[in-house]
């Protein structure tokens, strides 16, 4: 048995039913790491329950992270099996950071998403930019 964990590049979700969710947790994780791994049909706990996968689940993925997350990501969607249980991987990669979820800027630490500041994120941006001047 595989035992699947939370960390800072590794978000687990139940079920697309809690895919805004998902989306803000692939912000923050793109904000501190710039890559990572998301999967449906696995509680947080590590537990695998499978998700069910219908004709247009990848698509509905792919359109709530293309409708929310800006800038824009491509991510790798595909259904996995785990522990003979259908689930869902979404892998995921970006440098043009900070990223938004729904317009708010998220970022990762240990296992959850935090809401960045607006002193936060403007520390963020002078970071990330101070080398360009």
């Given amino acids: 048995m595989k035992i699947i964990k939370e960390s800072e590049t590794l978000e687990l979700k139940k079920t697309t039913a809690e ?13 501190k790491h710039q890559q990572g791994v998301l999967y449906f049909g696995v509680r ?7 998700q ?15 409708n929310h997350v800006e800038p ?9 099996t785990i522990e003979n249980k259908p689930c869902i991987r979404v892998c995921f990669k970006g440098k043009e950071t900070p990223y938004y979820a729904s ?8 296992d959850e ?13 002078l970071e ?3 080398d360009i001047v």
């Fill in 103 to 110: 317009g708010r800027a998220h970022i990762r630490v240990a």
């Fill in 72 to 80: 824009k990501i491509y991510p790798l969607i595909t259904r996995v």
């Fill in 19 to 31: 895919l805004k969710e998902a989306v803000i947790s692939i912000t923050a994780i793109l904000n």
């Fill in 52 to 66: 069910q996968i219908g004709a247009d689940t990848l698509r509905d993925i792919s359109k709530a992270i293309a």
């Fill in 113 to 125: 998403d935090r809401k960045m500041s607006a002193k936060e994120l403007e520390n963020y941006i």
């Fill in 44 to 50: 947080n706990d590590g537990t695998v329950i499978g």
């Fill in 128 to 130: 990330k930019n101070k």
